[in-house]
Nanobody, 121 residues
Framework: QVQLVESGGGLVQPGGSLRLSCAAS????????MGWYRQAPGKQRELVAA???????NYAESLKGRFTISRDNTKRTVSLQMDSLKPEDTAVYYC???????????????WGQGTQVTVSS
């Protein structure tokens, strides 16, 4: 069974930093795009950043320069370094990955359980 497990959320003061990590486990043939989404109370889930299997990245325009996404294909992990955090970054952050379980399988989207990030003084 494929699982995505996040870690690294918590409470941080405005201007601080946090690093989120997500590890994929289970039997799989390949991982395509990996990314992070977030959902604040009363708002829709939105893309934060994504990284493809070849390393190309895509960021929400408003977060460029503060957030950095990276992945380790050997360890099957994706990380999100968040700097200069603001109260409006408070949300549940979800890991997302497109995973092909076998060589003949279609790519399926998987989600982690979410990790809370709270930016407050």
């Amino acid at each position: 069974q494929v699982q995505l497990v996040e870690s690294g959320g918590g409470l941080v003061q405005p201007g601080g930093s946090l690093r989120l990590s997500c590890a994929a486990s289970g039997l799989m043939f390949s991982i395509q795009t990996m990314g992070w989404y977030r959902q604040a109370p009363g708002k829709q889930r939105e893309l934060v950043a994504a990284v493809s299997s070849d390393g190309s990245t895509n960021y929400a325009e408003s977060l460029k320069g503060r957030f950095t996404i990276s992945r380790d294909n050997t360890k099957r992990t994706v990380s999100l370094q968040m700097d200069s955090l603001k109260p409006e970054d408070t949300a549940v952050y979800y890991c997302n990955a497109g995973i092909q379980r076998t060589i003949v399988s279609a790519v399926k989207e998987y989600w982690g359980q979410g990790t809370q990030v709270t930016v407050s003084s």
